[in-house]
Nanobody, 116 residues
């Protein structure tokens, strides 16, 4: 089993920054990628950013230039630095871990609210 524990969400004003962290533990002998999705009520979960074990990154168009994903492979931890936050970034952010055979594990989610 794999456990993902997220931290770093909260309330921030528009234009502010937050940094999310996600630490993986358990049976994680091999990882294909880690990353973040987000979801608002009534909408499907959408990919925000991902980072492969080799370091290749991918971002949603809506966050390019504002968000940055990074990873500490030794600690099996992924980070999402979110800058210039907008009200539209308000969502529950979910960390995920993808195994080479396609199994995907999810964190419990952390709320990010951007509001003045």
């Amino acid at each position: 089993q794999v456990q993902l524990v997220e931290s770093g969400g909260g309330l921030v004003q528009p234009g502010g920054s937050l940094r999310l962290s996600c630490a993986a533990s358990g049976s994680i002998s091999s990882i294909n990628a880690m990353g973040w999705y987000r979801q608002v009520p009534g909408k499907e979960r959408e990919l925000v950013a991902s980072i492969a074990t080799g370091g290749a990154t991918n971002y949603a168009d809506s966050v390019k230039g504002r968000f940055s994903i990074s990873r500490d492979n030794a600690k099996n931890t992924v980070f999402l630095q979110m800058n210039s936050l907008k009200p539209d970034d308000t969502a529950v952010y979910y960390c995920y871990l993808l195994r080479p055979l396609g199994t995907k594990y999810w964190g419990q989610g952390t709320q990010v609210t951007v509001s003045s």
